[in-house]
């Protein structure tokens, strides 16, 4: 899959009749908080939040008190229709 303005592209296609300049590439925002001193990870499924001793966000605060730098969670998410009917083109 590739990532995606979803919002502008809910509306886009209905109004223009395509989704140019929508569909975007992944970034390793995570590589790029380590590139800088921070720490990070990449999760792509939502069962990566379930454990309640060990999750991204039990890491995150962890490695921020630890470290006093930041943490990035790099959450690949997918399409839904959050905020449909809202102005966004």
Request: charged share 30%; aromatic share 10%.
């Amino acid at each position: 899959t590739r990532a995606c303005w979803s919002q502008i592209e809910r509306e886009q296609i209905p109004k223009l009749g395509d989704n140019t300049a929508c569909m975007l590439s992944y970034c390793d925002y995570d590589l790029v908080s380590k590139g800088y001193g921070g720490g990070g990870e990449m999760i792509y499924d939502k069962k990566q939040l379930d454990d309640e001793k060990d999750n991204p966000f039990i890491r995150a605060k962890k490695y921020a008190k630890e470290n006093n730098a930041p943490y990035i969670i790099n959450a690949h998410i997918g399409t839904s229709d959050f905020r449909e009917g809202s102005i966004s083109v």
